[in-house]
Nanobody
Framework: VQLQASGGGLVQAGGSLRLSCAAS????????MAWYRQAPGKQRELVAK???????NYASSAKGRFTISRHNGEKTVDLQMNSLNSEDTAVYYC???????????????WGQGTQVTVSS
């Protein structure tokens, strides 16, 4: 199982970016999908999470600016980020709880990370 993240880059403050993450491999079912980020010198933190049923949860810093969405048939999760500021600069990681077979325990998988840099 692999998670491939894309869409990071350099953007000016106030701008927008859309991150995408695609899961591939031997997948029976995907439960929660999420985006995390890690800024230099800081711990990795949850940005947004979405359940298989579409329920969402956001960090307070992301509420009102970021939107997480998933496309179950395509095994993808996106993060639309608007009104970006310098504090959003970080490496963003997608993550998912994935069952690889019927009856298996769900395991956490991580993407490779994509850099988001917001210039002020």
């Amino acid at each position: 199982v692999q998670l491939q993240a894309s869409g990071g880059g350099l953007v000016q403050a106030g701008g927008s970016l859309r991150l995408s993450c695609a899961a591939s491999g031997s997948i029976y079912r995907i439960n929660d999908m999420a985006w995390y980020r890690q800024a230099p010198g800081k711990q990795r933190e949850l940005v947004a999470k979405i359940t298989a049923g579409g329920r969402t949860n956001y960090a307070s810093s992301a509420k009102g600016r970021f939107t997480i969405s998933r496309h179950n048939g395509e095994k993808t999760v996106d993060l639309q980020m608007n009104s970006l500021n310098s504090e959003d600069t970080a490496v963003y990681y997608c993550a998912a709880e994935i069952l690889t077979a019927w009856g298996s325990r769900g395991d956490d998988f991580w993407g490779q990370g994509t850099q988001v840099t917001v210039s002020s």
